[in-house]
């Protein structure tokens, strides 16, 4: 059974710093493997899908890696702004109907 | 577009008491979702529907109905609603190609009193 870990539950840094959010995976036949941002009592928003074939994708300030050897996928924040404070959630696919199977969520707080 | 709209957006229910959470999606996805989120967790999958007319079940469906008549609707029916209940409920939908991640919807938010 998938099981999708993210370390630390809760993170809060300074203004301007680069950070890593971390999310572990024990099954590493995924499909793909997605991050969303939520907000406080907000749904979720697509921050970044990595297909089974890639190994990391951009956007922004934002860089997302899949290691799936290692059962590992990595959120890389740039120049963290007050802004992306929220609730980062990874997910991963399972090859039975893409169905997505959810870490606990990191909490970031951006310190201005 | 408006992507994938949930309503009610919050709810109270009494114990016993049934309801239908609506989730409608613009996009034509085949794939449809619906998810609950307790405090502190991760979000659970319900039940899940890859088009109209199939429905199957995901890892919590106890107490939950689903149908799936058209490919833009995909309701939730609780029936006899019981305290455990309480939680954010999200509606999520995608393509049948995985090109594309998910959209979810905004949630509802339900409490059983």
């Known amino acids: 059974k998938q099981e999708v870990t993210q370390i630390p539950a809760a993170l809060s840094v300074p203004e301007g710093e680069n950070l890593v959010l971390n999310c572990s995976f024990t099954?590493?036949?995924?499909?793909?493997l997605q991050w969303f941002r939520q907000d406080p009592g907000k749904g979720l928003t697509s921050l970044l899908l990595?297909?089974?074939?890639?190994r990391e994708q951009t956007s922004g300030r934002l860089n997302a890696s899949l290691d799936k050897s290692s059962g590992r996928s990595t959120l890389y924040i740039a120049a963290s702004q007050p802004g992306d404070s929220a609730t980062y959630l990874c997910?991963?696919?399972?090859?039975?109907?893409?169905?997505?199977?959810f870490g606990q969520g990191t909490e970031l707080s951006v310190k201005p | 577009n408006a992507g994938v709209t949930q309503t009610p957006k919050f709810r109270i229910l009494k114990i016993g008491q049934s309801m239908t959470l609506q989730c409608t999606q613009d996009?034509?996805?085949?794939?449809m979702y619906w998810y609950r989120q307790d405090p502190g967790m991760g979000l659970k999958l319900i039940y899940y529907?890859?088009?109209?007319?199939?429905?199957d079940k995901g890892e919590v469906p106890n107490g939950y109905n689903v149908s799936r008549s058209t490919t833009e609707d995909f309701p939730l029916r609780l029936e006899l609603a019981a305290p455990s209940q309480t939680s954010v409920y999200f509606c999520?939908?995608?393509?049948?190609?995985?090109?594309?991640?998910?959209?979810f919807g905004s949630g509802t938010r339900l409490t059983v009193v």
């Open positions: 999520a939908s995608r393509t049948s190609t995985d090109n594309y991640g998910y959209t």
């Open positions: 099954d590493s036949a995924i499909y793909n």
């Open positions: 990595i297909q089974s074939s890639q």
């Open positions: 997910a991963a696919w399972g090859n039975q109907g893409g169905k997505l199977i």
């Open positions: 996009m034509n996805h085949n794939y």
């Open positions: 529907s890859v088009g109209a007319g199939i429905t």
